[in-house]
């Protein structure tokens, strides 16, 4: 299995068993209960340590320099760096995790001011107990840096499933004997417990490929670097979280069931993104940062890499997107629909799913996009790209949650779908302007029209394949209509990209039929 194999396997075992987790919380919580929404909410607030902090950030400043050592054979230096920046990683997340905790209640007004009474005191309850356990996952993402260096890939992006784990064990050991607000604070300690696990279960391999001691070494022109990286990498990642928060409060505006309904969403749309776009995007940074280091083609190397790699996930991507747009209600009611949680509600999230549909190819390449220019160590060209995102989404963020609904008279809830369709727009707003100032350094990247032409007939057919089944079957149980629904357009999708020669299409059935022998 290649790199980005591992990667997508690693990615795959941790968004499966996120889906356990969303489905037993859905199970017990439902989609419109203040608890349900309080948990969620207080979920992303504390998250902005990790989402600021961790992969995204370490990824485009620490792994290109730690990356580039080890490929020039400078492992002692290396290990300088790596104890380096975890020594100073750890001392500004207790700092912050102590001030996240004392201001739980002005961080809640400023993202979710229309939460109100018991809803807003639990929420700023579950605020305080999470924050310690975000900062033991941006520790984690350090433990990822380093094992992604050293090209140990599984493991790293398989831990989660422990934290995964620790709050389905929590959910099922106290879900059918607690009301619901005492259910969300066991839940909240369940993460807690499991991001610790998480954090523990990389340690022993670390120490078997580096030795990084947890000290600051300002002497070194390296850790300088990683910081000289890391600010505008921190800045970039700064602007999309404000962007997501900026959704969290205009979501928290809206009736219950829409803090929820859009994690839910994000939850289903996020998987091919991280499935595809992380797994490749994760694979080849390093590979791209050594070459980049060793190599006087260097440029040359990262637009040929990045090439295939477009290919790659856009294979993957399209089909994604028309599954999302087009049969997006039988794919939550095959996630989430049990207990408390019903048919209407997975329709309801369709809603919101098919706006984050129209996204999910331009997030997909834009992980590939921003990777490249983090490789040619060029860290403010993305900062500056996601600062325009941020300002389009939420511009039409607000037209299209907020106004759209009033004006066309549809339920409020539907904006929330709004929501996502204006993060989506933003998307392809960014990867378009990463993509021409990246061609005007590198020369053309990107796809073929008769490429994406393909894919598009062979997705569309598929989709049109899958309504036919669709209204000819009988209403089952959600997980057979997915089966029955989902398999004839994957079925058509696959069909169709062989038959058009394909080479991703062909390279994917050889390693199944390796998979099986």
Request: hydrophobic fraction near 55%; proline fraction near 4%; charge should be positive.
């Amino acid at each position: 299995m290649g790199k980005a194999g591992l990667v997508a396997a690693g990615i795959l075992l941790s968004r499966l068993s996120g889906l356990i987790r969303s489905r037993v919380f859905a199970h017990y919580f439902g989609l419109r209960s203040d608890a349900a929404d309080a948990f969620n909410a207080a979920f992303r607030i504390p998250n902005l340590l990790q989402n600021l902090f961790g992969e995204g950030a370490l990824s485009g400043s620490f792994i290109p320099v730690y990356a580039g050592l080890l490929s020039t054979g400078h492992r002692e230096e290396a290990d300088r760096v790596a104890g380096a920046v975890g020594a100073l990683l750890a001392a500004i997340l207790a700092a912050l995790v102590a001030i996240g905790v004392l201001l739980a209640p002005v961080l809640l007004d400023l993202i979710a001011p229309g939460f109100e009474g018991d809803k807003r005191r639990l929420t700023i309850t579950l605020v305080r107990v999470l924050f310690p356990g975000a900062g033991l996952l941006v520790l984690s993402a350090w433990c990822l840096g380093i094992l992604n260096s050293h090209q140990k890939f599984l493991l790293s992006y398989a831990a989660p499933v422990l934290w995964n784990a620790a709050m389905v064990v929590t959910l099922v050991a106290f879900g059918a004997r607690s009301d619901l607000p005492t259910l969300a604070e066991y839940l909240a300690w369940g993460s807690v417990a499991g991001s610790l696990l998480q954090f523990l279960v990389q340690l022993p391999a670390i120490a078997r490929i580096a030795r990084p001691r947890l000290a600051w070494d300002a002497a070194s022109a390296h850790v300088r670097g990683v910081l000289v990286n890391f600010v505008p990498v921190f800045f970039s990642r700064g602007v999309v979280q404000i962007s997501a928060y900026i959704d969290l409060l205009l979501a928290s505006l809206l009736p219950t069931g829409a803090v929820t309904g859009l994690a839910n969403a994000q939850l289903i749309y996020t998987l091919p993104i991280s499935l595809f776009g992380m797994s490749v995007a994760a694979a080849e940074l390093p590979t791209m940062s050594g070459a980049a280091a060793v190599n006087p083609h260097g440029d040359h190397v990262v637009r040929d890499r990045l090439g295939a790699a477009l290919r790659q996930v856009a294979f993957f991507a399209v089909p994604s997107a028309a599954a999302f747009l087009a049969l997006g209600d039988t794919v939550a009611a095959a996630v989430l629909q049990t207990g408390r949680f019903s048919a209407a509600d997975a329709r309801d999230v369709w809603g919101i799913l098919a706006g984050s549909s129209i996204g999910v190819v331009a997030s997909t390449l834009g992980r590939l996009y921003a990777s490249s220019y983090y490789a040619l160590r060029e860290t403010r060209t993305p900062l500056a790209f996601a600062i325009v995102r941020v300002v389009a989404g939420v511009v039409l963020g607000y037209a299209l949650a907020i106004l759209a609904p009033r004006m066309l008279g549809v339920p409020p809830l539907w904006g929330a779908a709004g929501l996502t369709a204006a993060s989506s727009l933003a998307g392809w707003l960014e990867l378009l302007l990463l993509r021409h100032r990246l061609n005007a350094r590198l020369g053309w990247t990107g796809l073929t029209t008769g490429y994406v032409t393909r894919l598009l007939v062979a997705a569309t057919s598929g989709a049109a394949v899958a309504w036919a089944v669709r209204w000819s079957i009988p209403v089952g149980h959600p997980w057979v209509m997915a089966v029955l629904i989902l398999g004839p357009f994957g079925i058509v999708y696959f069909g169709m990209t062989i038959w058009f020669g394909l080479p991703e299409a062909t390279t994917f059935t050889k390693r199944l039929r390796q998979g099986r022998s």
